[in-house]
C-alpha cells in the first residue's frame, strides 16, 4: 500500500492521478500531524473569536446576500442553500470525487480553514475507504452532477459529496457505515461547499489525460513523416540548434529518437519541402507541450492554497502574531480559467493541424488503397476539421453565467473553461486515433511487408498495434473499433 500524506503544500498532480486511478484501496491518504496541530490551532482561534462575541463571516453568519442571516449549519440546510440537483444526466466520473476530497483535505491540512480535526478524520474516512470497490461503503458514494453550481465555486458538487455522506452517514469501521449525521461544527458546512475542489480534480485528470494523449501525438508525427517520406531535415539537430525555443528542441530530439533506424535517411525525400502541417509540427507540438507545463504548474499552485471563505491567518501558517479571520475571494478562478483557455488555444492548434495531415493523406494516397475508397465517408466524418474547430473555440468570459444573486459568476469560467477542454481532449483522442490508422495505412501500402523493419526504431510497436485494429486489413463486411484502436495503444 502507497500512502499519500497531505501538508497543504507539496501535493502534485502525480500525487491526485494515483489517488484518481486507485479502485482497490491500494493509495491510502493521511494528513501529517504537523498539519493537524495547524488545523487544531486554527479551530481555537475561531472558538475564541465566537466566544468574545466577534462576527465572524461565514461562522457566525451566512455569506453574501445572506450574511445577515445565520449560517448553513447542517447537511439538510446546506442542501437548501445550494438548491435542487440531479435535473440533467451528465454526471462526475466517481473517481473524480475522491480526487476532489483530497484536494479540499490538502487545503485544510493548512490550517487556514475554520475546520475542526473531528471533520477531517471522517473525511479520510470516506476518501480511504468509499472510493474502494471491494469495500461494501462504495455503494454510498452518489452521482454528482456536473455543470450545476449557482456560483461561488462549484458549490452545488461538493454539496451534494457531503450532503449525500457526511450528513447521512458515519463510518463506524473498516467497512461499515451506519445512518448517523456527522454534527457540524459552526462554519463547517460553509467550508466544506465554498471552494474549487470539484473543477481543480477535473482539471488534472484532463491534463493527464491530454498529456497520455500527446506521447501518442508524438508517434502518430514520425509515422507521418515516414508516410510522407518527408525531407527529414524539418527533426534534424541542425533544426534543433535553431529552434526558438526548449520545449520545441526537445520535441524535435524526440522526434529524431523515435525516426532512429529509419530508411527515410537514407533516400531522397519526397519534395524538399513537406506538407506545411507537418513542416509546423515541431512548433505546434511544442508549443502545446509548453501550455500543458504552464497549466500543470498552475494547478499545483492552486490545490496547495486555500480555498473557500473564511480564511483564518494566525502564527502557526503566516508571519502575523495574532489570529484574524475575514472573507476572501479565494476560489482562484481567474488565474485557472486563463491556464486552461491558453491550454485550450494551443490544443486547438494541435487538433486542427492533426485533422489537415490527416486529410492530405487521404487527399494525397487514398485512391491508391482500396479499403480507404470504401470506407471513405467513414475517415472523413471521423477526421472532420468541423468538430475539431467548434471544439478548440476558447470560451469568453463575457458569457459565462451569472451566479444567484444576479452578478457576475467569477467563479463559473474556470468549471466552463475546464468542461470545454475534457471535450477536446476526447476529439483530440478521435483525431489522432484517424490519423494513425491512415498514416501506417500509407506506410504499408509504400513499404509493403517491410514496413514493420524500415520505419523508425520508436515507431514499430505502435505501428504493429494501429495494424491490429486498422480497418486498411478489414473486410468490407467487418466493422472498425475505436475502442480496440484506443485499447491496442494505450489510450
Given amino acids: 500500500m502507497e500512502t499519500l500524506a497531505l501538508d497543504g503544500t507539496s501535493l502534485k498532480c502525480s500525487d491526485l492521478i494515483k489517488v484518481y486511478k486507485d479502485c482497490d484501496g491500494k493509495v491510502k491518504v493521511v494528513v501529517q500531524d504537523s498539519a493537524k496541530e495547524k488545523i487544531h490551532r486554527a479551530r481555537e482561534g475561531v472558538e475564541e473569536k465566537i466566544k468574545s462575541g466577534e462576527t465572524v463571516y461565514g461562522t457566525n453568519t451566512d455569506v453574501s446576500a ?5 449560517p448553513p449549519g447542517s447537511g439538510a440546510q446546506a442542501a437548501g442553500y445550494a438548491g435542487r440537483w440531479g435535473k440533467y444526466v451528465e454526471h462526475y466520473d466517481k473517481q473524480v470525487c475522491r480526487a476532489a476530497w483530497v484536494i479540499l483535505l490538502n487545503g485544510f491540512a493548512r490550517g487556514s480553514t475554520v475546520v475542526t480535526w ?8 470516506w476518501v480511504n475507504m468509499a472510493w474502494n470497490k471491494k469495500n461494501k461503503i462504495h455503494d454510498l458514494v452518489p452521482n454528482i452532477e456536473k455543470g450545476a453550481s449557482v456560483g461561488f465555486g462549484d458549490v452545488i458538487a461538493p454539496t451534494v459529496l457531503h450532503v449525500e455522506t457526511l450528513a447521512k452517514y458515519q463510518i463506524v469501521s473498516e467497512d461499515k457505515a451506519v445512518k448517523r449525521e456527522y454534527e457540524f461544527a459552526s ?3 460553509l467550508a466544506l461547499l ?18 497520455e494523449t500527446m506521447e ?3 508517434v502518430a508525427t514520425a509515422l507521418d513523416i515516414e508516410a510522407e517520406e518527408a525531407n527529414t531535415f524539418i527533426i534534424s539537430k541542425e533544426a534543433e540548434e535553431v529552434a526558438q525555443w526548449e ?11 523515435l525516426l532512429r533506424g529509419s530508411q527515410l535517411f537514407h533516400k531522397a525525400p519526397s519534395s524538399i519541402h513537406p506538407y506545411v502541417s507537418l513542416r509546423a509540427s515541431t512548433d505546434i507540438l511544442g508549443t502545446a507541450w509548453e501550455a500543458l507545463e504552464n497549466t500543470k504548474q498552475v494547478l499545483e499552485d492552486l490545490i496547495n492554497s486555500h480555498q473557500g471563505n473564511p480564511v483564518v491567518v494566525g502564527p502557526w501558517n503566516s508571519d502575523v502574531s495574532e489570529t484574524k479571520i475575514g472573507p476572501v475571494a479565494q476560489f482562484d478562478t481567474t488565474r485557472l480559467f486563463w491556464s486552461l483557455s491558453s491550454l ?9 493541424s492533426l485533422g489537415q495531415r490527416t486529410l492530405y493523406r487521404i487527399n494525397t494516397d487514398g485512391f491508391n488503397i482500396p479499403q480507404f475508397l470504401t470506407r471513405r465517408m467513414l475517415i472523413f466524418q471521423e477526421a472532420s476539421l468541423r468538430d475539431c474547430m467548434v471544439s478548440s473555440q476558447v470560451l469568453s468570459p463575457a458569457f459565462c453565467r451569472m451566479n444567484g444573486f444576479q452578478d457576475y459568476d467569477w467563479a463559473a469560467p474556470s468549471a466552463q473553461a475546464c468542461s470545454s477542454l475534457a471535450k477536446l481532449g476526447e476529439d483530440l483522442k478521435r483525431v489522432v486515433g484517424v ?25 514499430r510497436d505502435v505501428f504493429g498495434k494501429v495494424q491490429e485494429a486498422s480497418f486498411h486489413k478489414l473486410s468490407d463486411t467487418e466493422h472498425f473499433s475505436f475502442n480496440k484502436l484506443f485499447e491496442n495503444i494505450g489510450l
Fill in 194 to 211: 465554498s471552494n474549487n475542489c470539484f473543477t481543480l480534480a477535473e482539471a488534472v485528470v484532463t491534463v493527464s489525460n491530454i498529456i
Fill in 187 to 189: 462554519g463547517e458546512v
Fill in 118 to 125: 473531528s471533520l477531517v478524520k471522517q473525511i479520510i474516512r
Fill in 344 to 352: 485550450q488555444q494551443a490544443m486547438g492548434c494541435l487538433v486542427v
Fill in 435 to 459: 490519423n494513425l490508422v491512415v498514416a501506417c495505412a500509407v506506410v504499408d501500402h509504400k513499404l509493403g511487408a517491410e514496413a514493420g523493419a524500415a520505419i523508425g526504431e520508436g515507431c
Fill in 66 to 70: 445572506l450574511k445577515s442571516a445565520p
Fill in 216 to 218: 501518442i501525438i508524438e
Fill in 247 to 257: 520545449t520545441k528542441k526537445k520535441v524535435i530530439e524526440r522526434l529524431r529518437k
